[in-house]
C-alpha cells in the first residue's frame, strides 16, 4: 500500500478513533517562540559540540519530535517506518505470526489485545500482558519493531514469551505456534433460541458493510426469525471513526450519533443517522451491546448512540474512556503525526473522556480465573500519564462504580468451567434476551 493511499484510507486501526486529514490547516507559528526555538537549537549545539561520542541528527532531530508530542497526550505520535507498516498490516491484514497488538510502554512490550481466535489467544496471553523475553532473550528497554520482528515468522514455527502479568507473583512462560494471521473485524453466529451474536473485533475498513452482511446472514440463517440481537464490541480498540458512524447508522434512522469539538477551524463536526445507511436494521429485535475495559474509542462512540437512543441495553463492564479523535498529518512522502486534534460527544452531550460508558447493566467477566487479581491493575484512560481531563472533572469514586460486589455474581470461574460456560458476559446476555425476548428489553421507547 502507498504511503498516500494509507493517509487518505478511513482503516487506521488502533487504539483511538483515527480519520485522516482532510480540513486541517496549518497553524502560523507564534512569533514569540522565536526564543523558544533559539533554546532548542542552543541545546543541539552543545550535545553535538559535548556529548561524549558522537551523534547523529537523524537521533537527535526523533527525540526532539517525540519529547514534543509524549508532553501532549498518550495518543499523539510520529509514525514513519515500522510504525507505518504495521498501521499498513492493520488495514490489509495478512501476516503469519503470533496475532497480538502491542505497543511499548516505558521500555516494556505491552499486550492491547490478541485477535480473536488467533495463536497468542488460544496459547493464553490476554490484555495487559507485559511481555519481557523472547526465546529467553531480555526485550525490555529494546525497540519496539524489532520484538514485532522477532515474533513474527512462518506459520508452523514456535517461539517462547515470558510473560509478567500483573496480579500474579512471578513470570511465567507460554510457548506459541505462529500461524497465518487473517484478521476478521466482524464475526458472526447464530446461537441457541435464534439470537444472533455479532462481534466487532476493530473498526477497520467496511465494517460498517461487513456488520449489515452479518444481518443478513444471521436472517439467512434463522429463517427470518431472529428474537435478539448480541453485538459484542468488548476488547475493540477502536479505529475509523467513519466506521463508528457507519456502524450505528444500520441501527438508527433519525438524530445524533455523535459529534466532535476541536480547536481548530473544521475540526467542529456533527454527525446524524440517516447519512451512511437509509433506514435501520433489526427494528424490532430487543439488542444488547457488550463493552467491557478494552472497549475503546470507536467502540464507545457506537455504545454511548445506541444507549442515548435507547435502541439497546448496554451489558458487561465500563469502558475504556478515550473521548479523542486522532487526525493523521503527513509530515513529508515517509511520515504522518497522529495528532490529537478534537473531543467526541455521544447525542445526549456526554463526553466519555475519562468516564467511559457506563452500561446499564453491569456483568463481570466471572469465567476468567485471573478477574479478582487482574481488576486491581486494569488499566483505563483516566490512568494514562498525560491523558486529557474531562471537562466535568469526573471524581475517583465516579469510576470505580462498576468495581462494587452485584450479589447476583458470585459463581467462580471453576464452578462455570464445570457448567460449560467459557464467556459468562456473553452467556448472560444470551441469556437475558431468551428470557426476555417477547418483552420490551432494549426496544425503542
Avoid at 475540526?267 to 478494552?294: H, K, N, Q, S
Avoid at 467477566?365 to 481531563?389: N, W
Avoid at 462498576?402 to 460449560?420: S, V
Amino acid at each position: 500500500m502507498k504511503f498516500a493511499t494509507l493517509l487518505q484510507s478511513a482503516a487506521l486501526v488502533t487504539a483511538v478513533a483515527v480519520i485522516p486529514a482532510t480540513t486541517a490547516g496549518m497553524a502560523q507559528v507564534d512569533g514569540r517562540a522565536g526564543p523558544e526555538f533559539a533554546r532548542l537549537f542552543a541545546v543541539y549545539q552543545r550535545i553535538k559540540a559535548s556529548y561524549v561520542e558522537p551523534v547523529e541528527d537523524d537521533k537527535l532531530i526523533r527525540g526532539a519530535i517525540d519529547g514534543m508530542l509524549a508532553s501532549l497526550d498518550p495518543h499523539s505520535g510520529y509514525l514513519d517506518g515500522g510504525d507505518l507498516q504495521r498501521l499498513e498490516t492493520m488495514i490489509d491484514g495478512n501476516y503469519s505470526g503470533l496475532g497480538l497488538s502491542v505497543q511499548m510502554e516505558d521500555g516494556a512490550v505491552k499486550v492491547i489485545s490478541p485477535f480473536r481466535g488467533s495463536p497468542a489467544m488460544e496459547a493464553g496471553v490476554k490484555a495487559g500482558d507485559y511481555i519481557t523475553h523472547l526465546d529467553g532473550d531480555l526485550i525490555y528497554g529494546g525497540e519496539l519493531d524489532d520484538a514485532v520482528a522477532r515474533m513474527r515468522g512462518q506459520a508452523g514455527t514456535s517461539i517462547r514469551l515470558t510473560i509478567f502479568r500483573q496480579g500474579r507473583d512471578e513470570p511465567f512462560d507460554v510457548t506459541v505456534t505462529r500461524g497465518v494471521i487473517e484478521l476478521e473485524p466482524v464475526t458472526h453466529e447464530l446461537a441457541a433460541g435464534n439470537i444472533g451474536v455479532i462481534t466487532v473485533n476493530e473498526f477497520s475498513r467496511d465494517v460498517g458493510a461487513d456488520v449489515f452482511s452479518a444481518w443478513k446472514a444471521l436472517e439467512t440463517q434463522s429463517a427470518g426469525r431472529l428474537s435478539g440481537l448480541v453485538l459484542d464490541l468488548r476488547a475493540n480498540p477502536g479505529g475509523s471513526l467513519d466506521e463508528a458512524v457507519a456502524l450505528s447508522d444500520l441501527f438508527l434512522d433519525k438524530g445524533r450519533i455523535v459529534s466532535q469539538r476541536g480547536r481548530a477551524e473544521g475540526e467542529t463536526l456533527l454527525y446524524d443517522a440517516e447519512t451512511v445507511f437509509r433506514g435501520e436494521i433489526a427494528a424490532d429485535v430487543p439488542m444488547i451491546v457488550l463493552i467491557d475495559a478494552g472497549s475503546a474509542s470507536a467502540s464507545e462512540i457506537v455504545a454511548g448512540a445506541l444507549q442515548d437512543h435507547r435502541r439497546a441495553v448496554i451489558m458487561g463492564e465500563r469502558s475504556f474512556g478515550k473521548g479523542s479523535v486522532q487526525t493523521l498529518l503527513p509530515i513529508g512522502r515517509e511520515a504522518a503525526l497522529k495528532l490529537t486534534t478534537a473531543r467526541y460527544y455521544t447525542p445526549s452531550g456526554h463526553s466519555v473522556q475519562e468516564g467511559g460508558i457506563s452500561p446499564d447493566l453491569v456483568v463481570p467477566q466471572l469465567s476468567d480465573p485471573d478477574l479478582e487479581k487482574r481488576a486491581k491493575f486494569q488499566m483505563r484512560e483516566s490512568d494514562l500519564r498525560g491523558h486529557l481531563v474531562n471537562e466535568a472533572a469526573l471524581k475517583d469514586d465516579e469510576l470505580r462504580k462498576d468495581k462494587q460486589q452485584d450479589p447476583r455474581f458470585k459463581l467462580t470461574a471453576a464452578q462455570l468451567a464445570e457448567q460449560g460456560v467459557e464467556d459468562f458476559q456473553l452467556d448472560y446476555a444470551l441469556r437475558t434476551l431468551r428470557r426476555t425476548a417477547s418483552t420490551t428489553i432494549a426496544r425503542r421507547n
